[in-house]
């Protein structure tokens, strides 16, 4: 399991799965519960959300954990573990679940995914403001399947806006919530979250090139960034 900042030799992880464990949760929910604590303070740490913003969760099984609403990420602990079946059913702890509950849910029943992230992260924010689309600013537009494009606005919590993200995230693994905040999913949580910083990262590098006086940003062609999603597929180590 990623650590994500944590001394992996003080034994604090382990110790939060026995304490999951000792509540009658099977070992493979108490170590996702305790991955999903370790990222959602992450995304705090690394400035992608505020407060009790954006929300984190991590299937197993027919299990969907997911972040309590309201509770600071620092409170939460093993005694906290929230968990709802994949039709919204609470099967796991007394906390209500996320108010964006039906996004997450959204995203598991039209996708293999097994793990989401949405943040509130502020330059990824400031463009679903913008434009309708991030503009191909960089060759990484790849990793997320293409150019991101921007979920159009509804309430929080809505199934208007889940059904508006379902129509975003076509073909990728990213989208933008206009003027609202950033959504990933991966096949970990790892990968989820690594897509919503690469996406708050690039968000930043097209702001900061467009603040230029009397310059625009070179962007790619689509057939550029098609390239590079080719190549990525055998990027890395074999295994």
Do not use: K
């Not at 400031?126 to 434009?131: I, N, W």
């Not at 090139?209 to 009397?214: E, F, K, L, M, W």
């Amino acid at each position: 399991m990623a650590e994500h900042g944590r001394d992996a030799g003080d034994g604090q992880g382990a110790r939060d799965v026995r304490a999951v464990r000792g509540r009658g949760v099977p070992d493979d929910v108490a170590r996702a519960w305790d991955e999903l604590v370790v990222t959602v303070r992450r995304s705090v740490a690394d400035g992608l959300v505020v407060g009790t913003s954006g929300n984190v969760s991590a299937r197993v099984g027919d299990t969907v954990l997911v972040t309590p609403t309201g509770v600071p990420y620092d409170r939460l602990t093993p005694d906290t573990v929230v968990g709802v079946d994949l039709d919204g059913r609470q099967v796991l702890g007394s906390l209500r679940p996320t108010s964006e509950l039906p996004m997450h849910l959204a995203v598991y029943g039209a996708t293999g995914a097994r793990a989401v992230v949405h943040t509130h992260a502020v330059h990824a924010t400031a463009v679903s403001t913008l434009v309708p689309e991030l503009p191909l600013i960089h060759y990484m537009s790849a990793a997320l399947g293409g150019a991101v494009r921007v979920a159009p606005y509804a309430t929080y919590g809505t199934q208007e806006l889940a059904e508006n993200m379902l129509r975003a995230l076509e073909d990728r693994t990213a989208c933008l919530l206009q003027n609202h905040g950033t959504l990933t999913y991966g096949a970990t949580l790892s990968e989820a979250y690594d897509r919503t910083a690469q996406l708050e990262w690039m968000c930043r590098v097209w702001l900061t090139a467009s603040t230029v006086p009397g310059l625009t940003p070179t962007l790619l062609s689509r057939e550029q960034v098609a390239e590079v999603e080719e190549r990525l597929r055998g990027y890395g180590q074999p295994g």
